[in-house]
T-cell receptor, first 113, second 113 residues
Framework: KAGVTQTPRYLIKTRGQQVTLSCSPI?????VSWYQQTPGQGLQFLFE???????NKGNFPGRFSGRQFSNSRSEMNVSTLELGDSALYLC????????????FGPGTRLLVL | QKEVEQDPGPLSVPEGAIVSLNCTYS??????FMWYRQYSRKGPELLMY????GNKEDGRFTAQVDKSSKYISLFIRDSQPSDSATYLC?????????????FGTGTRLKVLA
């Protein structure tokens, strides 16, 4: 079974721009979560989607948004980028069969200049 | 107080040593306990997953959960240089129809050849 895939793997943007990241979960997984990982803060939860509905949201500003499509693929958008948004953005999926666990993708490394 | 505490390390051990990695937690409602391994610039990889007190073994890895002490451990036997990575503990609990995941900050492990 293919794992979680994320595109692109690397991005360089400048302040003020916007960015869209994509995540394809493991086949059959309907829950997708997004995390931001930085050396200082560790893994911070952004939001979770299940069946195209946002079920949970972390403490991030409204510049961070997401959506999920009917095939469970998910996108995350960050508008008006700031230097502090430079991070590894991770997507994780989970299944009904193992609801308490998550499987992560390789991440998208975003650098904001 | 953080819900999950994990010593950041770094922890350096010689090849072949037994490694013990630990996390403590404060929320007695946590149901699932996970260990992830994260290599530099990669996404976290799920190593072990358990939901009950006691030990669970998988090859050179043993996960131990002590719910009465709110303490979990990961033991690595016959450690190899390829085990050098950051190890994240994670816990989850069902909350309003979804799962809330809390991650430790990670322990950096270096196994010296």
């Amino acid at each position: 079974k293919a794992g979680v895939t994320q595109t692109p793997r690397y991005l360089i943007k400048t302040r003020g721009q916007q960015v869209t990241l994509s995540c394809s979960p493991i086949s059959g997984h309907r829950s997708v979560s997004w995390y931001q990982q930085t050396p200082g803060q560790g893994l911070q939860f952004l939001f979770e989607y299940f069946s195209e509905t946002q079920r949970n949201k972390g403490n991030f500003p409204g510049r961070f948004s997401g959506r999920q499509f009917s095939n469970s693929r998910s996108e995350m958008n960050v508008s008006t980028l700031e230097l502090g948004d430079s991070a590894l953005y991770l997507c994780a999926s989970s299944s009904r069969g193992h609801p308490g666990t998550q499987y992560f993708g390789p991440g998208t490394r975003l650098l904001v200049l | 107080q953080k819900e999950v505490e994990q010593d950041p390390g770094p922890l350096s051990v010689p090849e072949g040593a037994i490694v013990s990695l630990n996390c403590t937690y404060s929320n007695s409602a946590f149901q699932y306990f996970m260990w992830y391994r994260q290599y530099s610039r990669k996404g976290p990889e799920l190593l072990m997953y358990t939901y009950s007190s006691g030990n669970k073994e998988d090859g050179r890895f043993t996960a131990q959960v002590d719910k009465s002490s709110k303490y979990i451990s990961l033991f690595i036997r016959d450690s190899q240089p390829s085990d050098s990575a950051t190890y994240l503990c994670a816990m989850s609990v069902q909350d309003s129809g979804t799962y809330k995941y809390i991650f430790g900050t990670g322990t950096r492990l270096k196994v010296l050849a």
